[in-house]
């Protein structure tokens, strides 16, 4: 606090002596006015203040009453100090600064214009002027008013040159937003660090208009600003990776790698990984560092890139010593080497390894050369990885491993307790949960076909495990058929759905299976079946929760209809 | 909270009273009657209004039980009518005669009363060929609701026979001609142009100088149909440039960026209150540079150092069986509704005629919501605002999402207006 009344004490006084002569105490007096304004005591500050005034320290006595007086919300007050020093000091803009925004404040609009319109009369080849109404205005949202200005100051100075900021301001807040962009573009010729206001100014542009905004920030003279104003907007408006698109087409330097930065770190915040990992990789291709190199193998494992996050590990422990090496990169570079499948290098990996973690720290990895055998297809070896660092009875990894294995008993028990279900998981827990049988080779090999991501198979292996398992004939089939829907098979899709809605009326997919079977219908131009799947969705399942959902399809087939009908 | 099954529900209701309560078709029963309830036991209160319309397109006799239940529908228990609110998601109780008796023993102890809708209105909106649906709420309501309407533009309102239509509503059209005197914003955007380029082109096939003249014209004939016998429902900007145009059929108020030459400077005086639906003595915006074109609109949304805070505006009670109509425009499930901006928000009571029938109010506000009144042989309605979810709309911003708004009391007032002249006119109790 001390400190920042030093620097308080300091830039005041720097303004004083522009307009009279320093008293030996004006220091003091300052000091004094901003202790007592940082602790709350703001009627003793006016006095303070005036004292400071009093001494001849005009500007910094002028802003702190101003400062005082709208705490106390007697703005008012500070205009019969200004309509004296004004006459005295004419030429000071900043005094007629604080009088046309205390004006503005406390409602004077007529007085407000009255007082720019002395001021620019005084002073008619200033900016000034112009450019502290227009502010003014804009802040208190009368952006037309402070169009008028502006154009007035064209007039007048045969330029807005150097109201450019005002002008992008305005036109923002007109909605002009193409025009808008262009000033800002102007704007940062001259000042660079504008790009922040420009951003802050232009991410309410609405869609329709957004690709204006592009083309004046796009422009092929656009200073650089521009372009990462234009990158950020991208990343506001929900397109990181177009935003990517415009900055890595900047050359290589010192000042376009700094930018990159900037945005990495956004997008990791919006956790848009797939750019962020793109963006790390250049970085890194740039300015080749071992942290960057982690942070984009951490990116690429977020965004399922499995490829991508081995060589980035692998990269990045040849940078650091063996110690950080093993800390931050070998457990990226199994996790990518498990869900490749590539279980053979997985272990060569960690054995290699091992000779430094020792077979304790080798032991915790059991579980990723598991997964990685599971992924290869090899359960029999996941069970040996596993042998030496035994699993909990109720672990996922030994649910996952008794589901394949087609032991349902077992399964249920473990993924009962999974933390962090995912899809697979979910599945598994339902189809678990809906028969009573405790062991079925079949279902095991539909999820570990699954499992090694071979979909086509798996589909297959779900549809055929309908026959042996009747109790869970419907969630098979629409295990199979989300399956094919996600593979964008729709014949196959649509057969499935088209099955457990007739022949498993009962059954708790059939809402789903109506839903799919009009999505399917539509995808295929037949709305007035579409329609009719929904309608029945609606008619003969109320109480379901995808009731709504069919509502609001229906409402959209209807809407969208009626737009067919009158084109 | 107690959840009682349909099945065991009916069981009990048909032992003690002879009436079941069933959401959305869930139960099916023999009753001969389904009362759609209006208060916080419906779940779409938007829907029930097409459920209600829907019945008068089938033929079947309906009714309106104002002030029961949050204005409840009554119709006939007809498979269709099940299906159609099944589908829509509205809920439904089936009663049968015993139970309607009691209904209708309770209505008749009570302010409230029993309105038949006769005949589905002939609904118009007036909108531009292409605006989409969400580009007023009446249109974004009526879609919702399922409720057919025909679109009308300048040409239609100028060439054809406004009796075909029951119903006609405007949005935020400006009548003034001054395209909301957005030209001072949005002189560039494409948007604005496009819009001007068409009502001068429309102008210039009726013979018409300008834009002003051409909107002037159409105020004229809606003033007409009104007078006729028509319905008329304005909301948001409509409202105050409406009166505006019709009081100045012979005078210049338009400023010289619309038609090209300067506002009449002693306009104000010369403006004819006589032939206006609802306003007088109200004092015109002359300074172009100002967002507004009178002092009729209390808020002043676009005139920032005028402009005014939202607050709530609350629904008066009227008599329902001396007062049906205004009963029939207030029904809704909430009285105090929180405020909306829209170009014109409000009504200043200052400007309003002594007969018009205030209908909603913001407490201690010099200005009101909700106005309704007679003309000729004809009705009108005023709703400030531009749409009920939709406080700040802006230029460019979103649609509203009806299908999150299902029971928007502020949206009831739009559909209450709809149905409105539905309702079979009762000779007053004396």
Known sequence: ?567 | MITVRPKILLAIALAVAGAFVTVAGATRAEAQHLLVPMDDAQTNHLKAYGVAFNALGEGARSEWLLNYRGGSFLVPDIPALRRIAALAGVSFEALDGTALAGVRREIAEGNMDAVPLEKAPRIAVYTPPDAPPWDDAVTLALTYAGIPYSKIWDDDVLNTDLSQFDWIHLHHEDFTGQQNKLYLGFRDAPWFVQARERDLATARRHGLANVPALKKAVAERLRAFVERGGFLFAMCGATETLELAIAARDVDIAGPFSDGTPMDADGESKLDWSRTFAVQDARLEYAGGVNAMSDIDGHQVNVPSRRQPLGTFTLFGFSAKFDPVATMLVQDHRTVINDYFGVTTSFLRRVLKPGVTVLAHEEGAPWVKYVHGTYGRGSWTYLGGHDPEDPQHNIGAPPTDLALHPSSPGYRLILNNVLFPAAKKKPLKT
């Open chain 1, 1 to 567: 606090m001390r400190a920042l009344r030093r620097a308080l004490v300091a830039a005041a006084l720097l303004t004083a002596p522009l307009l009279a002569q320093e008293s030996a105490a004006s220091g003091a007096l300052v000091s004094k006015a901003l202790e007592l304004e940082s602790a709350g005591k703001n009627r003793e500050a006016v006095l303070a203040w005036r004292a400071v005034l009093a001494s001849g320290a005009v500007l910094p006595g002028v802003l702190g009453l101003e400062r005082v007086f709208s705490m106390l919300g007697q703005e008012d007050s500070l205009l019969v100090v200004l309509d004296t020093l004004i006459p005295r000091l004419p030429r000071e803009g900043a005094l007629r600064s604080a009088q046309l925004r205390t004006l503005a404040t406390v409602g004077l609009e007529e007085q407000a214009a009255a007082a720019f319109r002395a001021w620019r009369d005084d002073a008619p080849r200033d900016v000034a002027p112009y450019r502290e109404y227009a502010r003014v205005l804009l802040f208190n949202n009368r952006a037309s008013a402070a169009d008028t200005v502006l154009r007035e100051a064209e007039a007048a100075l045969g330029t807005t040159r150097a109201l450019i900021l005002e002008v992008a301001q305005m036109r923002a807040a007109l909605g002009l937003w193409k025009d808008a962009a262009s000033a800002w573009r102007e704007a940062m010729r001259d000042q660079p660090y504008f790009e922040s206001a420009t951003i802050f100014s232009l991410t309410p542009t609405p869609a329709p208009q957004r690709d204006a905004v592009r083309a004046e920030l796009a422009a092929a003279d656009a200073p650089l600003g521009a372009t990462q104003a234009l990158a950020f907007l991208e990343a506001a408006w929900g397109a990181p990776r177009s935003g990517w698109r415009v900055l890595s087409a900047l050359p290589v330097s010192d000042t376009a790698v700094a930018i990159w930065r900037e945005f990495a770190d956004e997008s990791e915040r919006l956790r848009a990984w797939t750019t962020a990992r793109d963006v790390l990789v250049a970085i890194h291709g740039a300015r080749p560092d071992a942290a960057v190199a982690i942070r984009a193998a951490t990116a690429a494992l977020a965004a399922d890139d499995a490829a991508t996050t081995l060589r980035l590990a692998r990269d990045a422990a040849a940078r650091l010593d063996s110690t950080r090496a093993l800390a931050e990169a070998l457990p990226l570079e199994l996790e990518a080497l498990a869900r490749m499948g590539r279980a053979t290098e997985t272990v060569e990996v960690l054995r290699r390894a091992e000779r430094v973690l020792g077979p304790d720290g080798a032991r915790r990895y059991a579980r990723t050369i598991a997964w990685a055998w599971i992924r290869a297809g090899d359960v029999a070896k996941a069970r040996t990885a596993l042998k030496d660092a035994p699993l909990e009875a109720d672990d996922a990894v030994a649910g996952w491993l008794a589901l394949f294995d087609g032991d349902l008993a077992a399964a249920r028990a473990a993924l009962r307790h999974t933390e962090t279900p995912g899809q697979d998981a979910v599945s598994a827990l339902s189809l678990l949960n809906r028969t009573r049988e405790t062991r079925a080779p079949s279902i095991g090999a539909a999820f570990l076909a699954l499992a090694r991501t071979d979909s086509a198979e798996a589909a297959r292996r779900f549809e055929a495990a309908a026959t042996a398992l009747p109790d869970a004939a419907p969630l098979l089939l629409a295990l199979a058929a989300r399956i094919e829907t996600s593979r964008k098979d729709d014949r196959r899709a649509l057969a499935l759905w088209q099955r457990v809605a007739v022949e498993y009326a009962e059954a708790p997919e059939a809402p789903e299976a109506h839903l799919e079977w009009s999505r399917g219908l539509r995808r295929g131009g037949d709305v007035a079946g579409a329609r009719q799947r929904l309608e029945h969705l609606i008619l003969t399942y109320p109480k379901s929760a995808l009731i709504h959902q069919a509502r609001r399809e229906l409402d959209a087939l209807r809407v969208g209809a009626a737009a067919g009908a009158s084109d």
